[in-house]
């Protein structure tokens, strides 16, 4: 990969309880900003109207740690996730080689409703890293609630089950922001 490959890591990654890049692995604590590849989600509610949003929960996670899981995922689960995506996901397109990504521009919309982020009031952001730099090649998406809501009926119970058993160990959300409507409200790795 030449250098071109990469660029900065864009502060809306940042940790929002450091404001400061993630440094480790939210499940293995491995150190992520030498040579990891890793994927961050932060999750955001805002109030329509209003330009202030709260971050739900965000974290770092290792190729090797979500891969693990990923694995056990139910194949049933995985099947439709993966049929969901590749019928319903359209990425920004790659930009020239030597240009930054324009990451306002991906995260302005859904990657799968088309909707616009002033629209929303909940929605994920997704990004692929390697130590300190963004992955070009993977262009960072926003997935809103409306089609997070569409993807948890694809997922089979047991997968559910792993995706909440994850949640509530590891993400431990304040308690004041985290209004459920289900447990399965959120879905993680994707
Ligand atoms: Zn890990």
Same mark, same amino acid.
Request: with cysteine.
């Given at each position: 990969?030449?250098?071109?490959?990469?660029?900065?890591?864009?502060?809306?990654?940042?940790?929002?309880?450091?404001?400061? #890049?993630?440094?480790?692995?939210?499940?293995?604590?491995?150190?992520?900003?030498?040579? #990891?590849?890793?994927?961050?989600?932060?999750?955001?509610?805002?109030?329509?109207?209003?330009?202030?949003?709260?971050?739900?929960?965000?974290?770092?996670?290792?190729?090797?740690?979500?891969?693990?899981?990923?694995?056990? *995922?139910?194949?049933?689960?995985?099947?439709?996730?993966?049929?969901?995506?590749?019928?319903?996901?359209?990425?920004? /397109?790659?930009?020239?080689? =030597?240009?930054?990504?324009?990451?306002?521009?991906?995260?302005?919309?859904?990657?799968?409703?088309?909707?616009?982020?002033?629209?929303?009031?909940?929605?994920?952001?997704?990004?692929? *890293?390697?130590?300190? =730099?963004?992955?070009?090649?993977?262009?960072?998406?926003?997935?809103?609630?409306?089609?997070?809501?569409?993807?948890?009926?694809?997922?089979?119970?047991?997968?559910?089950?792993?995706?909440?058993?994850?949640?509530?160990?590891?993400?431990?959300?304040?308690?004041?922001? *985290?209004?459920?409507?289900? /447990?399965?409200?959120?879905?993680?790795?994707?």
């Amino acid at each position: 990969m030449s250098a071109y490959d990469f660029q900065e890591i864009p502060k809306v990654f940042y940790s929002y309880q450091t404001q400061k #890049a993630f440094c480790n692995c939210l499940v293995c604590n491995c150190y992520l900003l030498d040579d #990891a590849t890793y994927v961050i989600e932060k999750a955001y509610k805002k109030h329509l109207g209003y330009t202030a949003q709260d971050v739900i929960f965000d974290y770092a996670i290792c190729l090797a740690c979500a891969l693990k899981i990923r694995q056990e *995922f139910s194949s049933d689960s995985l099947t439709k996730i993966d049929a969901y995506f590749s019928e319903h996901l359209a990425m920004s /397109p790659s930009p020239r080689q =030597k240009d930054p990504i324009d990451i306002d521009q991906c995260l302005a919309q859904c990657a799968i409703k088309k909707t616009s982020v002033t629209e929303m009031t909940n929605y994920q952001i997704y990004g692929h *890293f390697y130590g300190n =730099k963004l992955i070009k090649s993977i262009s960072p998406y926003l997935i809103s609630q409306s089609a997070i809501e569409e993807i948890i009926p694809l997922i089979s119970n047991d997968t559910q089950d792993l995706l909440n058993d994850f949640y509530n160990r590891h993400l431990n959300p304040d308690p004041e922001l *985290f209004l459920p409507k289900q /447990p399965s409200d959120h879905l993680v790795f994707i």
